[in-house]
């Protein structure tokens, strides 16, 4: 197990158990006590532990828990039916599109023109299906493991597939967002594809309801400042939406 699975697995352990020691995680995880320990004082800078003597204890607003495909398509489906619209406006007519896993970027999909020609990559088996009919859409489809949560190709081909591209436009998603702490996920592999997303494109544009301001989660894949707009919705406040601006990207609230 490398070190990141294994402080993942800390974090879900402290989360469930409300403590972990280290005698006992250096038993399970096979390793010394001291590996441990540096594996809690790099979770405690992280915030996602606090330590106390012999162990440490759950921070506090760490989310662990992924929901799936349904209940996160329903939550706040008006709001993402508007962020997708004024997406759409972002993308450019012809070049190069780099579209990630999530509902709000599959309505996004859903709204392309029929006679779109842009060349589209995507990781998301649900996105692709929206496209496959697309009859002048160059359509490429990133290999890999499937996380079934997500419906999402992740893992060492997805990565490969992403390594050399040079894309006009990606548009991301993810489970929480803010001006602090950037944009995060539950997942690592999925956190990693997200990474290789923003490295790969010349424009990022980050698509997120404002319900997800401010949840943090255990895999930051991308910082505010990586991003060149922020499509959201008017929940998100004047100070919210200024933060996030004063860091460089643009805000649209839909």
Known sequence: MYAPERQQRIVQLAQELGRVEVPSLAEDFGVTQETVRRDLTALE???????????????????????????RDSTAAADKER?????LALLP????????????????????PLDSALTVVTNALPVAARL????????????????????????AWALRDLA?????????????FSAEAGLTTPDLAEAAVKRAMVASARRVVLIADSGKYGARYFARFATIDQVDVVVTDTGLSDERAAEISALGPQVIRA
Request: glycine share 12%.
């Open 45 to 71: 800078r992280a915030g996602l532990l606090r330590r106390v003597h012999g162990g440490a204890l759950p921070a506090g607003g760490l989310h662990l828990v992924e929901p799936g495909l349904a209940e």
């Open 83 to 87: 962020i997708a619209k004024a997406a």
């Open 93 to 112: 007519e012809e070049g190069s599109l780099l579209l990630d896993a999530g509902t709000t970027v599959a309505r996004l999909a859903a709204l392309l």
């Open 164 to 176: 050399d591209l040079q894309a006009d436009t990606a548009v991301i998603a993810t489970n929480g």
């Open 132 to 155: 496959a009919e697309y009859p002048h859409l160059d359509l490429h489809l990133v290999g890999g493991r499937l996380r079934h949560r997500t419906q999402a190709a992740v893992d």
